[in-house]
């Protein structure tokens, strides 16, 4: 596997998996990268470099462990670019790895070519997701007979009486079969440390990369799971409005992980936008895919 050192030293640790133009891309957590797996098949139409953030994978454990906060991995994604030697990049990111890459991008919007946001975690910027958006659009899942004791969960936790986020992680798939019962499994965070100090404080300045986000004119994705529990399409939408070249695409039938719940839509989603030639000033654009009738549509 490769590596590369951080600024501070940091010995940070990388896999390669496909052929074609490089994507960068950031997983969330912080966890071990191996749960994005190969996005679905993405690597045969792109060359994915994907980044353990320090601390996770097969990255060393800093000296300095404040450095896990949001904010001080910044610099790490900017070493990662200059050791490939890749005057811009694609950035892919995914659930809490999109406020790393949302400062990223606020840092140095020169760098960034195309970025694309998948169940975005959203604290960057400052926008907040109720718990009353995350139990209506619960309820939409009020059929499967997982959904009492889920249900039930989720109702403790909103009402700050339960913490059982395992408890609640069917509401995270779009279906909750034996596959998605194993990427849970294997997708839990291992540095607990890391976790915790990821969004300490400090971590996120809004106001400030708000603005900045504001003026970035590279194209950005934002694709959500329709049952996206995490990152509700309402929510996300509200994200899309903060860039001036934003497409919004809501994945029916999915969950946070949109790759495994059908993995045909989502390369051809992902493609589609990293594919499409980046204009030289970016311009206002939105556009939504369908989410099922009554769900929220992101619009």
């Known amino acids: 596997m490769p590596t590369f050192s951080a600024p501070d030293g940091t010995r940070l640790a990388y896999r390669v998996t496909g052929d074609g133009e490089p994507l960068v891309c950031l997983p969330g957590g912080p966890s071990d990268s191996r749960y994005l797996g190969d996005l679905g098949g993405l690597s045969a139409r792109r060359r994915l470099i994907v980044l353990d953030l320090r601390g996770t994978g097969r990255s060393a454990v800093p000296e300095d462990t404040a450095s896990y906060r949001c904010d001080r991995l910044v610099g790490d994604v900017e070493a990662l670019r200059e050791h490939l030697g890749l005057p811009r990049i694609d950035l892919l990111a995914h659930s809490g790895g999109a406020n790393l890459a949302a400062q990223y ?22 926008i907040a997701v109720t718990g009353e958006t995350r139990r209506e659009l ?3 899942r009020r059929n499967e007979p997982w959904f009492p004791a889920a249900f039930a969960a989720l109702e403790a936790i909103t009402g700050g009486t339960g913490s059982d986020w395992d408890a609640v992680a069917p509401f995270f798939c779009g279906r909750w079969d034996a596959a998605a019962q194993q990427h849970h499994a294997a997708g839990r965070p291992a540095n607990g440390e890391a976790v915790a100090l990821f969004a300490a404080e400090g971590a996120f ?3 400030n990369t708000r603005a900045a986000l504001a003026a970035l004119e590279a194209p950005v994705l934002l694709l959500v799971g329709e049952f996206d ?5 309402r929510t996300v939408t509200r994200f899309a409005e903060l860039f001036p070249d934003a497409t919004l695409a809501v994945q029916p039938g999915a969950g946070h992980y949109p790759w495994l719940d059908d993995a045909d839509r989502f390369v051809a989603t992902a493609t589609a ?20 009738p009554g769900g929220e549509s992101g619009t």
Do not use: C, Q, W
Request: no cysteine; charged share 25%; glycine share 6%.
């Open 273 to 292: 936008f990293l594919d499409r030639r980046a204009p030289a000033r970016a311009h206002a654009s939105m556009v939504t895919t369908r989410a099922h």
């Open 138 to 140: 619960a309820l939409l």
């Open 205 to 207: 300045d809004p106001e």
């Open 229 to 233: 529990l995490n990152s509700p399409p």
């Open 105 to 126: 991008a606020a840092t140095y919007p020169d760098k960034i070519r195309r970025l694309a946001l998948i169940g975005p975690g959203v604290r960057a910027v400052g």
